[in-house]
């Protein structure tokens, strides 16, 4: 018996770049040539607006069988959605507040090379907090990131929360280039695996793998085999590697099959 099998893709750095729409020649070879192999499923810690920018509009439910936008607490199974839980349900009123303002204080102490607008995203489940602001071009994305990768802005910004908050039940997770996430404990990209049902191998695809990134969770479950990319094409060049080994497995299932007498 063949293995029933799904894929499960991150969006940004894996199927996209960061905050783009998906390209062409990846969207064909991953709806035209891996969808006939395996069943599709995308997750993200953007809201849904933001999925359906980068991966078709509407049509994104006719693409992928699950849908999951903000860590899976925003949740879509064949077109349908899921039920949802909210931040300040977990938290509070109050203790969300405290947070929040803490982050727009600390955010205008802050000294960086320019500031945009949209400090921090208010989503479902999760806060989303950019020091340099969302609005930002795609060029002063790379050079905030680059900016960050020597002076730990986001890092730091992480650290001074955790020490203003040790009691608050929350993971924070840096992903992307210039934001980094804050949510209940236990609401990282696993939380969507509890919707995914009836599959032997659940296989997830992300970039952000290592301890603190985004993916990091997901990729070392028990529930899910895990694939850390580099950028879209290695996405791509993972994915004929995994349907090389699966019809190699196929076949070799089939020369041990025991033939029947007449």
């Not at 891996?34 to 069943?39: G, I, M, N």
């Not at 607490?73 to 109050?94: C, H, R, V």
């Not at 990091?216 to 950028?231: A, F, K, M, P, Q």
Request: glycine share 8%.
């Amino acid at each position: 018996m063949s293995k029933k099998i799904i894929c499960l893709f991150d969006v940004d750095g894996t199927l996209t770049e960061p905050r783009q729409p998906i390209k062409p020649n990846i969207e064909k070879f991953v709806l035209e040539t891996v969808k006939k192999e395996f069943d599709l499923a995308v997750i993200g810690g953007s809201d849904l607006v933001k999925l359906k920018e980068q991966l078709g509009g509407g049509s994104i439910f006719e693409k992928y069988k699950y849908v999951f936008a903000e860590n899976g607490l925003i949740a879509f199974k064949d077109g349908k959605q899921l039920p949802a839980e909210t931040i300040q349900s977990m938290i509070g009123e109050e203790a969300l507040q405290d947070l929040i303002n803490f982050c727009l204080r600390y955010i205008s102490e802050l000294h960086l090379p320019f500031k945009r607008g949209t400090f921090i995203e208010f989503r479902t489940g999760m806060l989303n907090i950019s020091p340099v602001g969302r609005n930002c071009t795609r060029e002063e994305r790379i050079q905030f990131y680059e900016y960050d990768i020597e002076h730990q802005v986001r890092q730091k910004f992480i650290q001074a929360l955790k020490k203003e908050f040790p009691d608050l039940a929350l993971t924070y997770s840096i992903g992307g280039q210039i934001s980094f996430d804050v949510f209940p404990v236990g609401w990282n990209k696993t939380y969507c695996l509890r919707y995914i049902e009836g599959y032997d191998e659940i296989h997830f695809f992300g970039d952000k793998t290592t301890e603190g990134g985004n993916d990091y969770e997901i990729y070392e479950s028990d529930l899910t085999i895990g694939h850390r990319v580099t950028c879209p094409e290695d996405t791509i060049k993972q994915l004929n590697v995994l349907m090389a080994v699966i019809k190699e497995n196929k076949e070799k299932e089939q020369l041990t099959v025991p033939m029947q007498c007449a």
